[in-house]
C-alpha cells in the first residue's frame, strides 16, 4: 500500500499570507496526485491535478508541484474563504487510492 | 449536469450491515472511463477510500476493509450500492460516493451514517 504523508496536520495563517502544504509518499508515484479542498460539512473539491494543473475555475492564487515522492500545496496569497481542510490524493495504482491526514488551515 | 446522490439508513445498530445506494443521474454509470467509489469521513477525521466498482462489476477494495465490504452495481437503475459488515461503532461516518477516474470530481454531498445499539 502507498502510504502519503501530509504536513502541517493544523496550520494558522494570515490573509495574505503565503502558505505552503507538503506531502510525501511512501513510494515513487510519478505525478499522480492530486489536491482537494473541503469545507466544513462539504464534500472535498478538486482544485488541482496530476500534481501541478489548476482545475477549471479554481483561482490562480492556488498551484501545485513535485513529482517522484515529495509534493507541495501553495496557496500565494490567503484569502478568507480559503479557509478549508486541505488533503493530497494519490492514484499510482488506480482505482486503489490513498489521501494524505489532511491539514486544517486557520486564519489568524 | 452529473449528480450523485447517496441514501439509505441514518443509523445502524452495531453487528448489522450497513447498506448505501448512490444513484447517479444527468449521465450513464456504464462509462468505460470511470469507476464508481465510495469514500468516507469519521467525525473530525480525515478521508478514507472504501473501494469502487466498475461499470461490468469489477470491484476494488480498501486492503484495511476488504473482508467486511461488497460493492455492486445495477446498469439498469443507474446506482451502485456499498455494503458493510459486521459493523461497529468505529464505522460511525460521513459516506460519500464519487466518480472516479484520474480525479475525483463528481461528489455526492454525503450521508451520515452512526452505528449505534
Known amino acids: 500500500d502507498i502510504q502519503m504523508t501530509q504536513s502541517p496536520s493544523s496550520l494558522s495563517a494570515s490573509v495574505g499570507d503565503r502558505v505552503t502544504i507538503t506531502c510525501q509518499a511512501s513510494?515513487?508515484?510519478?505525478?499522480?496526485l492530486n489536491w482537494y479542498q473541503q469545507k466544513p460539512g462539504k464534500a472535498p473539491k478538486l482544485l488541482i491535478y496530476?500534481?501541478?494543473n489548476l482545475e477549471t475555475g479554481v483561482p490562480s492564487r492556488f498551484s501545485g508541484s513535485g513529482s517522484g515522492t515529495d509534493f507541495t500545496f501553495t496557496i500565494s496569497s490567503l484569502q478568507p474563504e480559503d479557509i478549508a481542510t486541505y488533503y493530497c490524493?494519490?492514484?499510482?495504482?488506480?482505482?486503489?487510492?490513498?489521501f494524505g491526514q489532511g491539514t486544517r488551515l486557520e486564519i489568524k | 449536469q452529473l449528480q450523485l446522490q447517496e441514501s439509505g439508513p441514518g443509523l445502524v445498530k452495531p453487528s448489522e450491515t450497513l447498506s448505501l445506494t448512490c444513484t447517479v443521474s444527468g449521465g450513464s454509470i456504464s462509462s468505460s472511463s470511470y469507476y464508481w467509489g465510495w469514500i468516507r469521513q469519521p467525525p473530525g477525521k480525515g478521508l478514507e477510500w472504501i473501494g469502487s466498482?466498475?461499470?461490468?462489476?469489477?470491484?476494488y477494495y480498501n486492503p484495511s476493509l476488504k473482508s467486511r465490504v461488497t460493492i455492486s452495481v445495477d446498469t439498469s437503475k443507474n446506482q451502485f450500492s456499498l455494503k458493510l459488515s459486521p459493523v461497529t461503532a468505529a464505522d460511525t461516518a460521513v459516506y460519500y460516493c464519487a466518480r472516479q477516474g484520474r480525479i475525483m470530481d463528481v461528489w455526492g454531498k454525503g450521508t451520515t451514517v452512526t452505528v449505534s445499539s
Open positions: 466498482i466498475f461499470y461490468s462489476g469489477s470491484t
Open positions: 496530476d500534481a501541478s
Open positions: 513510494q515513487d508515484i510519478s505525478n499522480y
Open positions: 490524493q494519490q492514484y499510482d495504482n488506480l482505482p486503489l487510492i490513498t
